[in-house]
């Protein structure tokens, strides 16, 4: 992904994300899942499985994680990558900021 037309973008208010919790919103096209992790940061990261159509807000977050809810593959939130199987390609991540109550995060354009 080419960085240099990449926006940023505000996809939802910092506390409609409960500590501890994910939610999918669409912003712009796309289907995100926004993490806000027991740690305090905020991620953003594609809301589908990258082994096999599945909602990833839809799946079981513990700690820095996230197991999908179709066959139990696990990511590692911050990074996108693959930590138990099926799942073998990284989640697309996104660079996310929190600024005047917002989660950002810089999209493709």
Known sequence: MSE???VWRAVTAADEVEEDDVICVEVCGRTLAVFHLEDGSYHVTEDCCTHQEASLSDGYLQADTIECPRHQGVFHIPTGKPMAPPVVAP????????????????LPD
Do not use: C, F, I
């Open 4 to 6: 240099e037309n990449d």
């Open 91 to 106: 989640l697309q991540t996104y660079p996310t900021k929190v600024e005047s109550g917002q989660v950002w995060a810089r």
